[in-house]
């Protein structure tokens, strides 16, 4: 049942609104700071109201505006989107009290702008969580990448200014590939409008639709970063570390993969992709990214670096499990998203508390960084071990149901490809916690960790991705959710 509500209008704009009350305060920075603090709980509180709607089994929708026949601005906000938003607004509360830290500590320049352009983002992040159809997400996708851009040079460094430049030609260009196939879809189908099946089965030949599907997985797969779209992603690493984890675990690549599990879901539907034969495929394509995403990550030096190969190889696991169209697989690769969330955004905030406070970037600079900062490594450990797929942490669990969806689609080669993943992810994290803990120091010197509002955020993360991996089907749970989209779309139970 679909329910009107204000709410999702309201979930978007409220960021939008403390963006600007931030620049109204830009001169009295303890109120500024307060603002995106107040700001990040209500808006988590907006969304957290919908969940007991959700997991009835209704859909809240709001229409802003109907701009042609069949495309209204409008919100609609079903598990999927819940989902994504429900992420994006409680990581958003803990990335502002570590923000506030990380800047203060660094004594950082334009932070009012940081401050104002972060609440920006998080409101199209938002917009695109609830978006009810594709002309409305585009919208806020295109303000998300115009957003990103000052965080992205926040240095305002020839090296900087340099990275923004790439990563605006990038996801640009993706931007028009995707507004590209957004036109086609609508000369054809004669709506955008989400469907739990997929609105495109008999709307045009086999080969347009398989055209207009690689479309879509260009136009998203920029900022999903699948190879070769993916260098815009290790270069924007100049960027200052909240900005990297917002990058990372929650705005621009998350937007990507969620891009490209509603087009596979929302836009063709089951059984159309399995139809066309584009799911397999698909899973095949994205397997290359896993396997040397993971193998560029073993030989970079510098932290942000190797967390961001990481990235790019952990996203392709989402696509993965959505391609393979098995119950399993949807599953896993959506809990994936969470769980990756959850992991890396704790490895960045642990690297950005490292160079707070021993300013150092490069792995080979951090031995014996454990003895120092024994509760950041400790968090950064935890978190290690779920990027490997190592239980209790949560990343064991969205890695077992990737391994049975694999299992169900008969696809015993990807099932070879995740295990190698996982073995490769091994090799290029535990090497920095092996320098961390065993190598001795250059010289000695006193433990001292980060500010609290630094080192309180990459706690909570790492202990939530303990609890995420140790009681996953909670109630109110990711899970619970994650299993509400798979009966949407296929009418199944997990």
Known sequence: MDI???????????????????????????????????AS?????????????????????????????????????????????????????LTSFYSIGYMRSLKEHSQTRYFACFAVALSATMGIAFAANLLTLFVFYEILTISVYPLVIHKETPEARSAGIK????????GVVLLFAIIISYSFAGTLTFSDHGFLAGCASREILQMLFILFIIGFGVKSAIMPLHSWLPTAMIAPTPVSALLHAVAVVKAGVFGVVRVIYFVFGVD?????????????????????????????????RRLAYSTISQLSYIILGASLLTPHGLIGGILHIVNHAFMKITLFFCAGAIYVVTRKENISEMNGIGRRMPITMLMFFIAVLGMCGFPPVCGFISKWYLLLGSVEADQLPIVVILLTSSLLNVAYFFPIVFVAFFKKPEKESESKEA?????????????????????????????QIANIVFQNVTGGVI
């Open 4 to 38: 009107i509500s204000i709410k999702p209008l309201l979930a978007v704009s409220v960021s939008l609104v403390s963006s600007m009350l931030i620049l109204v305060f830009r001169r009295h920075k303890n109120i500024r700071e307060s603002w995106t603090i107040l």
């Open 41 to 93: 709980f209500i808006k988590f509180l907006i969304v957290a109201s919908m969940i007991p709607a959700i997991l009835r089994g209704d859909t809240i929708v709001y229409t802003v505006i109907s701009i042609l026949p069949e495309i209204p601005f409008k919100f609609r906000v079903d598990a999927f989107g819940l989902f994504f938003g429900l992420l994006a607004s409680f990581l958003w509360i």
């Open 167 to 174: 990563y605006l030609v990038y996801t640009l260009s993706g």
């Open 272 to 304: 159309l992709v399995s139809e066309l034969g584009l799911g397999i495929p698909l899973a095949y394509f994205v397997s290359f990214t896993i396997i040397l995403a993971s193998m560029f990550a073993l030989v970079q030096d510098n932290l942000k």
């Open 451 to 479: 500010p609290i509002f630094i080192l309180l955020p990459l706690t909570l993360t790492a202990i939530i991705s303990l609890i995420l991996g140790i009681w996953p089907d909670a109630p109110y749970s990711f899970f």
